[in-house]
């Protein structure tokens, strides 16, 4: 049971590159998010889906394109990178249920992406 | 979503209880309070949640005030792997916001 794997751990783009994370969860989870940690903050939302073929904006979507194909996996997509997406992303999955209950999220180890 | 306010940060000696404040008073109903830590560059881990009652498992403490307004996370033992960024997160499903957390340091 490997939970929640991000791939690439460590990636180098130049400024308008494009490149995509991937998100895989072996846990059956509805639920799946995107992160992005910039030195000394807090994580910060991008995008999220509640279930396979969906897909909704969070804090700061901007420059950024998300697709949940299959329900295991939740890729980012970078289009053209900006020095501005240098930062540690992280991928989530929780369960969904009928109230709030018992959805503790799981979380990938994090892919640190560095736009020169 | 209701917003949280945690102090920037935190220090505690080691084998003392830590105790983490956290403010939610614009909470409503059916939100949870939720704790997650980050240790070092690690992804966050769950610690603990709860509605309206006080809950504990093997991590800590959840202490929720009557009003639901405040909450406390209670590590009885603090010891130095407990050294992280904690945070607090009110949260009706499915999104899950994070706010700047507290750094907790623990000493020797």
């Known amino acids: 049971n490997a939970g929640v794997t991000q791939t690439p751990k460590f990636r180098v783009l130049k400024t308008g590159q494009s490149m995509t994370l991937l998100c895989a969860q072996d846990?059956?989870?509805?639920?799946m998010y995107w992160y992005r940690q910039d030195p000394g903050m807090g994580l910060r939302l991008i995008h999220y889906?509640?279930?396979?073929?969906?897909?909704a904006k969070g804090e700061v979507p901007d420059g950024y394109n998300v697709s949940r194909l299959k329900k295991q996996n939740f890729l980012l997509g970078l289009e053209s990178a900006a020095p501005s997406q240098t930062s540690v992303y992280f991928c989530?999955?929780?369960?969904?249920?009928?109230?709030?209950?018992?959805?503790?999220?799981?979380f990938g180890q994090g892919t640190r992406l560095t736009v020169v | 979503d209701a917003k949280t306010t945690q102090p920037t940060s935190m220090d505690c000696a080691e084998g003392r209880a830590a105790n983490l404040p956290c403010n939610h008073s614009?909470?409503?109903?059916?939100?949870?309070v939720y704790w997650y830590r980050q240790i070092h560059s690690q992804g966050p881990q769950y610690i603990i949640h709860?509605?309206?009652n006080n809950e504990t498992n093997e991590m800590a403490s959840l202490i929720i005030t009557e009003d639901r307004k405040s909450s406390t996370l209670i590590l009885p033992h603090a010891t130095l792997r407990d050294t992280a960024v904690y945070y607090c997160?009110?949260?009706?499903?499915?999104?899950?916001?994070f706010g700047a957390g507290t750094r907790l340091t623990v000493k020797p």
């Open positions: 889906s509640v279930g396979e073929g969906t897909t």
């Open positions: 614009t909470i409503s109903g059916n939100e949870y």
């Open positions: 997160i009110v949260r009706v499903m499915p999104d899950m916001r």
């Open positions: 846990m059956n989870h509805e639920y």
């Open positions: 709860g509605l309206k």
């Open positions: 989530a999955s929780s369960y969904h249920t009928g109230g709030a209950g018992n959805t503790e999220a799981f």
